[in-house]
């Protein structure tokens, strides 16, 4: 069982910055999936980026590449997601999640929502313009 706690979340300007980390507790494999989701109001959960444990690669929504880097730590228990350039439209809840991977697509890996069995309650992103 693997537990993700967000945190780094709140309100800034358009154009600043915000970092958020996710503590993760329990196993996490060299086969996992450890990605960034976000939901706006009456908007679908989107994914914004995602890391593969077993090579270390990264992958970014359109939306957000060029402004957002996902990271995690040596041990790969933190994962963060470094926000620049912030706009407006990028408000929404921020969520963390986990899981081993088991849809390989070869180029994207970790792509799609069955890549996650665990996740975070969420951290709130809001940007005013």
């Known amino acids: 069982q693997v537990q993700l706690v967000e945190s780094g979340g709140g309100s800034v300007q358009a154009g600043g910055s915000l970092r958020l980390s996710c503590a993760a507790s329990?196993?996490?494999?060299?086969?996992?999936?450890m990605g960034w989701f976000r939901q706006a109001p009456g908007k679908e959960r989107e994914g914004v980026a995602r890391i593969y444990t077993g090579s270390g690669s990264t992958y970014y929504a359109d939306s957000v590449k060029g402004r957002f880097t996902v990271s995690q730590d040596n041990a790969k228990k933190t994962l963060y997601l470094q926000m620049n350039s912030l706009e407006p439209d990028d408000t929404a809840m921020y969520y963390c999640?986990?899981?081993?991977?088991?849809?390989?697509?070869?180029?994207?890996?970790?792509?799609?929502?069955?890549?996650?069995?665990?996740w975070g309650q969420g951290t709130q992103v809001t940007v005013s313009s």
């Open positions: 329990g196993y996490i494999g060299s086969n996992y999936c």
């Open positions: 999640a986990a899981g081993p991977e088991r849809v390989v697509v070869p180029d994207r890996r970790c792509l799609g929502s069955l890549n996650y069995d665990y």
